[in-house]
Nanobody, 114 residues
């Protein structure tokens, strides 16, 4: 089964930007929809953004206009460009297919704080 490794998370001030990367251990050509998820302590994991193999995207309403998901199928990598970050974006971010499989990685922590 394909495994995912997330990277790029950091501590950033409100209004800042980050670019998260998700490296897959195998081909993602056959994964029709890839997604970025996030989870904060005490809250349920939520889908932030998703992208089809052809590049069609959907976003959580609260991140529309600020986040951009993309995928490079040839590089087996999915990205999440995060701009105008807000404290409420603070969470551990994970990538996976949509719907998610059991192959959750360790995630990458994004902390937005002044």
């Amino acid at each position: 089964q394909v495994q995912f490794v997330e990277s790029g998370g950091a501590l950033v001030q409100p209004g800042g930007s980050l670019r998260l990367s998700c490296a897959a251990s195998g081909s993602i050509w056959s994964i029709y929809i890839m997604g970025w998820y996030r989870q904060s302590p005490g809250k349920q994991r939520e889908l932030v953004a998703r992208v089809t193999v052809g590049g069609s995207t959907n976003y959580l309403d609260s991140v529309k206009g600020r986040f951009t998901i993309s995928r490079d199928n040839a590089k087996n990598t999915v990205y999440l460009q995060m701009n105008s970050l807000k404290p409420e974006d603070t969470a551990a971010y994970y990538c996976n297919s949509f719907p998610g499989t059991s192959a959750w990685g360790q995630g990458t922590q994004v902390t937005v704080s002044s």
